[in-house]
């Protein structure tokens, strides 16, 4: 039992490291005076290319796939990629609080996706702990929403955004059970890319043209946010189940803020920074008390110790 504990306490530190990785993306994009398309395009793109070292290493996999799983990682990759246009847009109409806050939702609705499709039940501790980060989160984003104007605009492409990744989130846990972490992120990413490429090609907008400070805040994006949070979070879910691997973005607004607040320059209230606790003491409740690990003796050997080692997929089950 100890053994085990310690193990998952690794896991929970790699969470933890992701959480404070994705973070970082707000304050990125704001800093880029580039469409958000093709932050979001190049952030992919870039990340594609930072993976591509690997690739030989996983040639025997990475073109193994089946129909079936071509378009899960396809439909995957497309939500992620509206995600990012989404809520990177939400960015340029309203405050980093009140978008962020908005993704809290992000676990309800893959905890409701979860049951629905896993038949997986909440426990009590799930729900406490959830309860208490959601209600934080609203506590920090409340004083930021305007009920008129481009805010109110902002607010509801952060929705929609928190839906297309929470669809995301749930066709990962189901991918990830027969495709390896470095497969799956490198199709799912591509996939993404591509879908914003092709969205800017159709809206005419310049894939060139960006200065080195523009190209310096993509490749932030891609090693920061993406490879260090979206990445680890998609190899977690091989460990954890969508819900607790989603439960992350409840993370997201303090830090967030807090990084706004020293590197924009967004005003916190102290009510804000008690929400901020309560937020965090909510992640830790459901993390710790409330959330069971997946069955790590199904996972290969390598890729249970290590995220940056996914040599070998799942045995898969072709249908």
């Not at 990744?165 to 027969?178: D, F, L, P, S, T």
């Not at 159709?202 to 993406?226: C, H, K, M």
């Not at 008690?274 to 409740?285: D, E, K, M, S």
Request: charged content about 10%; hydrophobic content about 55%.
């Amino acid at each position: 039992m100890q053994s085990e504990r310690r193990s998952f306490s690794k896991y929970e530190l790699l969470y933890i490291i992701g959480i404070v990785a994705i973070s970082f993306s707000s304050i990125f994009v704001r800093w880029s005076a580039a469409e958000v398309s093709v932050i979001a395009m190049y952030r992919l793109f870039l990340t594609n290319l930072l993976m591509t070292p690997l690739l030989y290493k996983y040639r025997h996999d990475i073109f193994r796939l089946s129909k079936k799983e071509w378009i899960t990682l396809g439909i995957s990759g497309i939500m992620l990629g509206l995600h990012f246009l989404l809520w990177m847009s939400s960015l340029r109409l309203t405050t980093v609080a009140s978008s962020t806050v908005i993704l809290t939702l992000e676990p309800i609705l893959v905890m409701l996706g979860s049951m629905w499709i896993f038949a997986t039940k909440p426990n009590r501790m799930m729900l406490i702990g959830m309860g208490m980060a959601v209600a934080g989160s609203v506590i920090i984003g409340a004083g930021d929403f305007q009920v008129s104007g481009n805010a109110l605009k902002g607010d509801f492409l952060s929705l929609l955004g928190t839906i297309a990744v929470a669809i995301h989130m749930i066709i990962g846990q189901y991918a990830r059970k027969n495709i390896s972490a470095f497969v799956y992120n490198f199709w799912v990413f591509l996939f993404a890319g591509s879908s914003l490429a092709v969205y800017n090609a159709g809206n005419q907008i310049s894939f060139t043209g960006y200065d080195a400070r523009e190209w310096g805040i993509f490749l932030l994006l891609a090693i920061v946010p993406t490879l260090l949070g979206h990445y680890l979070f998609n190899w977690l879910l091989k460990v954890m189940n969508a819900t607790t691997v989603s439960m992350s973005v409840l993370g997201e607004p303090v830090i967030a803020s807090l990084l706004a607040w020293v590197l924009l320059g967004e005003a916190l209230t102290i009510l804000q920074l008690i929400a901020g606790v309560i937020i965090l003491t909510g992640v830790w409740f459901f993390l710790r008390y409330g959330s069971e690990p997946l069955d790590a003796e199904t996972m290969p050997l390598t890729e249970a110790a290590d995220p940056l080692n996914t040599i070998s997929p799942v045995p898969q089950t072709k249908g």
